[in-house]
């Protein structure tokens, strides 16, 4: 694959988990030759000077520490919004954003994450904590029933072109006739993906005693992983964001490990770019 160069965008709001997020960025950005974006949004345009100097006290130290020294940028404007706006207006491919749980008070916990990385073209890593390795070596990619799952393969393939990840698809038994002919489908289409290209991967079904988001995360902490991959959902609504749909419970995982979320591109749902059932 060549080496195009890009950006990753970080959003920072000062705390350690967005510190966290800029270590993750670095070790990515050194690995893929990218370079970084520190975004801090303002809710008034008065706050934009005060930010915009602790941005570049943070921009000046990762470059003495990391000789990389990340643009900055300040904005007034929603964390809902702000950061997708931005993410495509630098042509960015790829948000590393720092999450504090599912509870807490600070801004980007694990309801809001998800509302923000719904909004956005780009997809999101969310991390909890410092690096635990220099590279995703393990990568956890769990397949349902859902016709978007086929969307994830694109993300597989840059991941196995900069890190030569292995793959660990996990499934889950289900009863009902025309959902396990849909993840029937789908494991499929993926095993077809990942054999022609090459690429190393593991298959295992669980029993479906309980969630599948529980059991993802479970089967991801007993491999050790450094990454699961997912898809969001489609029109996901308020309910969801107030109850927690199984994204939310994946990316604030105990267990702290980072989630790659992809969002369901709206251009193949409108023309049928692809099925539940492998076309």
């Known amino acids: 694959m060549k080496m195009e160069k890009h950006t990753i965008l970080v959003p920072h709001d000062f705390t350690p988990v967005a510190e966290n997020a800029l270590e993750h960025a670095l070790i990515i950005a050194k690995i893929m030759n990218n370079d970084i974006s520190l975004i801090h949004i303002v809710k008034e345009n008065s706050e934009i000077e005060k930010a915009t100097e602790q941005c570049n006290e943070i921009a000046e130290k990762?470059?003495?520490?990391?000789?990389?020294?990340?643009?900055?940028?300040?904005?007034?404007?929603?964390?809902?919004?702000?950061?997708?706006?931005?993410?495509?207006?630098?042509?960015?491919?790829?948000?590393?954003?720092?999450?504090?749980?599912?509870?807490?008070?600070?801004?980007?916990?694990?309801?809001?994450?998800?509302?923000?990385?719904?909004?956005?073209?780009?997809?999101?890593?969310?991390?909890?904590?410092?690096?635990?390795?220099?590279?995703?070596?393990?990568?956890?990619?769990?397949?349902?029933?859902?016709?978007?799952?086929?969307?994830?393969?694109?993300?597989?393939?840059?991941?196995?072109n900069y890190y030569k990840s292995k793959f660990y698809i996990i499934i889950q038994e289900v009863k009902d006739k025309t959902f396990k002919n849909r993840v029937k489908a789908n494991l499929t289409f993926a095993k077809?993906?990942?054999?022609?290209?090459?690429?190393?991967?593991?298959?295992?079904?669980?029993?479906?005693?309980?969630?599948?988001?529980?059991?993802?995360?479970?089967?991801?902490?007993?491999?050790?992983?450094?990454?699961?991959?997912?898809?969001?959902?489609?029109?996901?609504?308020v309910t969801d964001y107030i109850l927690g749909a199984d994204e939310q419970k994946i990316i604030a995982n105990n267990a702290k490990i980072p989630v790659m979320c992809i969002n369901p591109r709206t251009d193949l749902h409108q023309f049928g770019g692809f099925s539940a059932t492998g076309g």
């Open 62 to 160: 990762t470059f003495k520490y990391h000789f990389i020294k990340p643009d900055v940028i300040v904005k007034e404007g929603s964390i809902f919004t702000t950061i997708a706006d931005v993410a495509k207006k630098i042509d960015a491919n790829l948000v590393i954003m720092g999450t504090h749980g599912l509870k807490g008070m600070q801004k980007l916990t694990g309801s809001w994450a998800l509302k923000v990385i719904t909004g956005s073209p780009v997809p999101f890593v969310i991390v909890q904590e410092k690096p635990r390795h220099k590279r995703f070596e393990k990568v956890v990619f769990p397949i349902d029933f859902k016709r978007e799952n086929k969307e994830k393969n694109h993300w597989v393939n840059y991941l196995y």
């Open 192 to 237: 077809k993906f990942f054999d022609g290209k090459g690429i190393d991967y593991e298959i295992f079904t669980t029993q479906g005693k309980t969630k599948f988001w529980k059991e993802t995360i479970d089967y991801a902490t007993s491999i050790e992983a450094d990454l699961i991959l997912i898809m969001t959902t489609r029109d996901i609504n």
